[in-house]
């Protein structure tokens, strides 16, 4: 059973929200790493990407996407899609480079934190 | 995260909203499209894919209004969506919107208008630069207040003062403006030069005037208020250096003063140079003619100016003089407003007490009306709608209505000052320089913001608090129904408590008025008509030319028809002008370093009954009394009682002059200038005796009176039979009655200010108390219903609901009460003829709220009556 990403809106929850907000915010970054996508196909790959850990739901994929955008990290433009429907494609700005290095790296850091954490007795 | 890159999404959000939704509900769409294709290719058939396609996408407008919900300006939009909503709510009810907008408007119009008259008149001061450096100087007699200069001791005082940057005085005098159209009478000044300057200001056009102009031969120059310049010269700039006629003297236009200034005060038309070598004041060097202004120089504080002004007081005094006195420094400002100060506090606190108890009736009106929302607020909730949402919603009314309701009240303080400047800037100059100005408009925010959050907030909570489910199954009154029956129960205790506490302050405030009117002037002003004229120089330049007018006109004004009894006196009661001069008593003479003074009334024949002044002994002057015969006066009983409390003053001798008069008869105490104030040691003389220097000094100014069996012809018959006489002579018609009521001007004015902020505040405790009773009602409708099954007759269901009414009003009108108890001392400074604790009004007050409570609460206690129990048991 793959996990749910829910976008988290309500704000009485704000640290879960956040982790969770980072998470997806990173997923998302490292989908568009590669190539533009569609918002199907960022779905997609981070399915793919994460073995199928991951099923992003539109209802947190699509603000995650709008919010992304907003902060310039990622930029929009309609496109033709595989079979010649038009899509909505995002692919990463060079402030959305940036911050999908600095979220990578922060990443690593709590999961060796927390991976030690865990080891230790 | 940064900001600057998120702008363009910011503004692209909030103004290109279509072009946003659309290209969502595009990029949705193309989404599901997108994913129906693969569904197909995994082998499903269109209709069965798609909806597939759907369900996984789990409900398009929910993802939408997700990603609405972080859209940036998402906060903007929200308050905007409140604010139209709100717009639209109010409009559904416009009865309530526009009662809460109204008693707002009355609640914050009636505290803008009194804040703006006490911002301008007490906070802001006398109009000058660096007002609180200007400061006057008085003299205290054992025997009087508030004494004015004599020419040589402001000399002394000008050469020996070291605080004063610049010193200087004036006096009032009147002026006939000759040689212009029809002459005219003009009140002006007689300043010594520097009185501009100590000012701190400008003339508007040409020149205020130069140092030399204060020496005779060089003071033939005027300078003309705004006002005189509009009326006389049409504003024409080519007025400088024109001449023009006073007092038949000529004189040369130097300056015009800008239309702001009217320094001492509004009457003020034109100023003249007060040369203190002229023969006026060389003749009378120790008359006290000067009222004295000086500016401070920079950081000298108002205890040193009086320290340093009773030393240099025993220096600036000649060894010989041995009067016992003493000099005094008042503030400008204390001068002009001082008495001023509590009436116009008290307003401001009634004022202040309307505004709340405007607050609390809106508060109430809000409960009510949220109270009737909670359906609808608890449909909100159930869709989604968090608390902070609703709490806002109400919020964002709340604050629409203290909007509507600020912008109102504003609208109501300008017209009010308007019509109170209309009304009453004539008695009450400093109303003229009231404006709203910025402070005003400050305050007006802050008011109606303040009310605005105060009834909004309560209401607010308690409506979100609302449990939904009750809500929603229409049990709400157990729910929320105690907690907002206390706060209303509250608020209207509060109101009825604070109209309470006004409607004393009004009662007692009417009360004094009423004494003050009743007051005995000693006189009987009814049926009196007074004509004032004042004889030139030019034209009347000795004693001769005067005293032979003075008979001429009187034996004119004497056969008019219906004159009863006719007088001329120089010093009229109400008249605003007074002598006040020292005498001796032959063989008493007055302790050393006093004198004796008393009011000097010059006066012909018959002038006691013409204005109806009794003669308690004695006789009145007869037309024998004249230059040739032994001098004779008449001595009021406030005078007698104090130098012959036991014996009759008829026969002694007094001289105020050269001569010594003997007193021939006693005459009543009469008011001459305040009804509330006591009566001064007067004596009268017969202006035939007057000396010839007396005359052409102090007796240029004749007021006839006479009593008329018809006063309306009279008035028209004396002036013309005084212009016949003289055409050149500017004559000045009054009843004596319109004199006393100019007296009486100022506190009338407050009175009906306090009546009608009391009214307002009277209202607004009945609507509270018609609206709580009117929801007690409704409420327990259904009790009403069993009770009336039950066999209650009409008879006991009113006095079921009355008696209510009178336990929420009582426990606020006994408060009231408390509270007006140890408040109206405050009035007590104000108050005249009654105590503070007068208890007529403490007894009238309650029972007449009692009254109004009772009648308030009357009309819901009848419709409670007309309840049919089949249908009241059918109710909610």
Redesign the interface.
Known sequence: MPLQIIYMSNRDDEFTADLLQGTLDLLVLKALAAQPLHGLGVSSRINQITKGTFDVKPGSLFPALHRMEEASWLKAEWGESENNRRAKFYSLTKAGRRQLETETEDWQRISLAIGSALRAS | ??FL??IP??LRNLTRRRKVEQ??A???S??V???T??KMKEGLAEPEARRAALV????IE???E??R????GRFLETRWQDLRFAFRTLRKSPVFSLTVALVLALGIGSTALMFTIVNSVLLEGPPYPEADRLFMLWQRFPQEDHVTFSAHEFSAWKKQTELFETFSGYMGNGFTLTGIGEPAFCFGQQVTPSLFQTLGTNAALGRVFLDSEGEVGKDRVVILSHALWRDKFGLRSDVLGKPVVLNGEPYIIVGVMPETFDFPQTDAKLWVPAALDGPLFQQHPNAHFLRVIGRLKPGVTPQRLQTEVDLLGKRVDPPDDNTIRRYYAVSLKEFTTGQLRNPLLVLLCAVAFLLMIACANVANLMLARANARQSEMAIRAAMGASRQRLIAQLLMEAAVLACIGGTLGLAIAVWGLDLLKLFGAENIPELAHAHINRTALCFVFLTSAASGVLFGLGPAFTASRTSFQAALKGTTRSTIGTAADRTRHVLVFAEVALASVLLIGCALMMRSFIALTCVDPGFRPENVVTADAGLMKDRYPDAGAIMRFYQNALDKIRTLPGAQAVGVVTHLPFGGNNWGNTFEIEGRPAPTGTDYSAQMRPASPGYFSALGIPLKQGHDFSESDNETAPGVAIVNEALAKQFWPNESPLGKKIRFHKDWLSIVAVSGNIKHSRLDATSDAEIYVPYAQLPADVVTFLGRDLTFVVRSANPASTASDLRGTIRALDPQIVVKIATMQSLINETIAQPRFRTWLIGVFSIFALTLACLGIYGVIAYLVTQRYKEIGIRIALGATRRNILQLILARTLKLTAAGIVAGLIAAFFLSKFLNTILFGITVHDPITFIAVPACLIAIALLAGYLPARRATRVDPVTSLRYE
């Open positions: 995260m940064p890159p998120r999404s910011f290209d969502l595009d990029e949705v193309s989404y499209d997108l994913s294709q693969r996984a996408f789990g409900g929910q993802v939408k997700q990603v919900e972080v859209r940036l």
